[in-house]
């Protein structure tokens, strides 16, 4: 049984630019939530989204969006890209109140 | 609004000690508990959980109790392994909230 899968494992984006990030959760899960880890940090909660809607929204500027798919997988956006944008970008997958499966994360660096 | 406070790292141990990684809480109402661990280069995977007090979770040797009266979550294990080298991260969820709240790891390295 296929866990959450992110893609790609990593990546490298000039300032400026704008990046898509890929999840496709846990077979059987619905929710998919997105967490930014910055080195040596614990995961921040940027947004949830459940039956193709963001259902909460943690503390992010509206340069990151998000979208979810009919067949529950998701993408992240982020649009003008910082310096400080760099991170580990992690995937969660759930049933509603369930219990998260992560993903293996994307590495975004910002140069 | 609701945080989670972990001991600093690293925390560095000979093998077969007895490990005690510290977690506190602020939270409101009655939320969940959970440890999550992440070896390097990966996500991460949940240890062990607890959703309501004096409940405790407990997973490959780890252990931990849901105090609300000291508002705690403090990770032990008995006789630690070279494996068990990762970090870990204590977290909650609120009833009224989607979102898991993460502490900011510990470090743990256990030598041979």
């Known amino acids: 049984d296929a866990g959450v899968t992110q893609s790609p494992t990593h990546l490298i984006k000039t300032r400026g630019q704008q990046v898509t990030l890929r999840c496709s959760p846990k077979?059987?899960?619905?929710?998919v939530s997105w967490y930014q880890q910055a080195l040596g940090q614990g995961p921040q909660f940027i947004f949830q989204?459940?039956?193709?809607?963001?259902?909460q929204r943690g503390n992010f500027p509206d340069r990151f969006s998000g979208h979810q798919f009919p067949n529950y997988s998701s993408e992240l956006n982020v649009n003008a890209l910082l310096l400080g944008d760099s991170a580990l970008y992690l995937c969660?997958?759930?049933?509603?109140?369930?219990?998260?499966?992560f993903g293996s994360g994307t590495r975004l660096t910002v140069v | 609004g609701n945080s989670v406070t972990q001991m600093e790292g690293p925390v560095t141990l000979s093998e077969e000690a007895f490990l005690t990684i510290n977690c506190t809480y602020t939270?409101?109402?009655?939320?969940?508990l959970f440890w999550y661990v992440q070896y390097p280069g990966e996500g991460l995977q949940l240890l062990l959980k607890?959703?309501?007090?004096?409940d405790k979770g407990s997973n490959k040797g780890f252990e931990a109790t849901y105090r609300k009266e000291t508002t705690s979550f403090h990770l032990e294990k008995g006789s630690v392994q070279v494996s068990d080298s990762a970090v870990y991260f204590c977290?909650?969820?609120?009833?009224?909230?989607?979102?898991?709240?993460f502490g900011s790891g510990t470090r743990l390295l256990v030598r041979p």
């Open positions: 989204y459940y039956e193709e809607e963001e259902r």
């Open positions: 077979s059987g899960h619905d929710t």
């Open positions: 969660a997958s759930s049933l509603f109140r369930g219990g998260y499966t």
């Open positions: 939270a409101t109402g009655y939320p969940s």
């Open positions: 977290a909650l969820s609120d009833q009224s909230s989607y979102k898991l709240i």
């Open positions: 607890a959703t309501k007090a004096d």
